[in-house]
């Protein structure tokens, strides 16, 4: 409001002043003669008359001097809606203008913002004039809404929520509130009755529903229903939402003549089916059904024990176990999976093998293989060990994973056992404690004396001392052995016999046996040979062994012996080596060189008997002589 001098006349003017936000320190223009919320109320360039002070007082509030002619006026936080009087005093002359709040919560200046020069529904009035009218912005698109109530009912609390206090209930996700949240409180329609509120928008192509929220319901569609004759009516550029206090629409759900509104036009996106199939062994964390348009789903494939995922097909592409879809349209999705190709090493530990039923270079999860150990001849089977227990030889396995399986084979000890029958004994070569399949063992029978072979029995049958056995299991055998019998065989050279006492065809070991032998008229035993010595026509043997026995007879005669010293010979003229008694023999001695001739000596009697170079000799017994050679001048 400005206070003006003209020619010293005051000039007086009472003004109603509309401000909204009765809760808040309010302020006003006296410029613009409006206020809103948080506004100061100043007198700006207000000039007393020749200089007479200026001052302002309020009813109720607070005035400030601010210095230089400015005065401010602020209404305490938290005053009621009414009336209050400001009045101006010049020192000549004072005037008075009623200032009126308006609570509705909008403030005056935003309110000035809205369509028609802040007269969001042309109606002539400025809607911050106006306790049933309210304009603001939307937070989200910037266009203005504005909210009228009937005439006689009055608006609170206006503003836009952030989100609404819904509790714990969280927002529907099939809408886009796409202007945000408006809230706000209609009163004056007295408990349980009607009211009809108008929001005006800007454009409203992209609301198709209305959706509200209590806490019985939780989040509805608020859409008019002919039956409580509650619910929005969608037009062209605004929406009549019809109220009854307490009932469908009122938050508050009671009859106290007072509706809330949490809630707000929607744009409800429309609804897209998603179908998926499983081709395989696996899962997909997302099931099928209905979402809401733009959802944007996570999917991931999970493969079954012996599957292995190997992509998507239908809609989704890739074969990442985890895929992202966007709801934009009717989806189909298959998750595809195939099943996994195990390895089944079979190890060996020892001499031995492994079989398998089914036999194949691979398995699949789930396949039963029966494993069968065979040793090799000479090895027994130990145990399974690796990815299969057990002893049996024959296992089944049930593929999970690639498979290692080791069979334990162990080579058999076997033990040679060696008995005899009658007198004598069993070497083995080599000799050890056992043996192992394959070993070649040596085997001699050797007989105590007295005692001779017969046969092997058991494990070992022939009639050699001496045999070769291969070891192929535990073996027993007895060697037999029976007392020896001995032959002894005469045979004589000359002429005479050979006689036993005792005369028997065999003889046990250790017989005494006497022997004679018995030379032929004109013979007479010269010596024995082979199992006897000497010259003794009878001697005594102990048999231990088959023997032969030879006597060597000779004519009886006697025998002429020749021989020589010094350099020369001498010899008998006569191949006959036994003369008889008195038989003459011719000798001759031949010198060598200048040697002389000394004669023949008889070495009996150790005569010369004769100095002929050639002589005879006659047969008298056994005689020897010898010829005598020496040097000229040398005696023989």
Known sequence: VNVEDEDGIFVAASKTLTVTGATAALQADNN????????????????????????????????????????????????????????INGGVQQTSFTITVNGDGAPSDVEDGAPNSGDGNDDG????????????????????????????????????????SVGGDTLPDDVEFSLGFPTFSVSGMGAGGSAVVTLYVTDSSGINSYRKYDSVNGWYKFL?????????????????????????GDSDLFANGIVTDPGGPVYERPSDDLTVAVSGGGSVSQPAGTFVEGTVLTLTATADPGWVFAGWGGALGGNLLTQALTMDGDKHIVALFTRNQYSLARRVVGSGSISATPNQGSYLYGDV??????????????????????????????????????????????????GVSGSGSVTLN??????????????????????VFQSWSGDLNGEGSGRQLLIDGNKALTAHFAPATYVIETA????????????????????????????????????WAAGLSGDATVQTLTVTDDMALLAIFAQDGYVLNVGWIGDGAAQKLTDQSAFALGEVVTVTATPTGETLFGGWRDEENNTIFSRELTTTVTITGDRSIVALFGEIGETP
């Open 32 to 87: 613009s003669i409006s206020g809103y919320e948080n506004e100061m109320l100043t007198n700006t360039g207000a000039y007393s008359p020749r200089d007479a002070t200026l001052s302002w007082s309020a009813s109720e509030g607070t005035v400030i001097d601010e210095g230089n002619g400015v005065w401010s006026w602020s209404l305490d936080a938290g005053s009621a809606e009414g009336s209050r009087t400001v009045t």
């Open 125 to 164: 009035i400025p809607d911050k004039a106006q306790m049933n009218v309210a304009s603001l912005p939307s937070p989200i698109t910037g266009e203005y809404i504005t909210l009228v109530a009937s005439p006689n009912m009055k608006l609170t609390n206006v503003g836009f929520a952030a989100t609404p």
């Open 224 to 248: 008019y229903d002919d039956a409580t004759a509650t619910g929005a009516e969608l037009l062209s550029n605004r929406i009549l939402l019809y109220f009854v206090d307490g009932g469908r």
């Open 369 to 418: 293989v029966a494993l069968t150990a065979t040793p090799t001849a000479g090895w027994h089977f130990g145990g399974w060990s690796g990815d299969l227990a057990g002893s049996n030889t024959t296992e089944n396995i049930t593929i999970g994973a690639n498979t290692v399986v080791t069979a334990t084979f162990t080579q058999n000890s076997y033990t040679v056992s060696a």
């Open 430 to 451: 080599p000799q050890q404690d056992s043996y192992v399949y394959g070993d070649v063992v040596l085997v001699e029978a050797v007989p105590a004396p007295g005692y």
């Open 492 to 527: 004589v050279t000359g002429s005479g016999s050979i006689t036993l006492d005792p005369a028997k065809a065999t003889y046990a070991y250790g017989d005494v046996v006497q022997v004679s032998a018995v030379a032929a008229t004109g013979w007479r035993l010269t010596a």
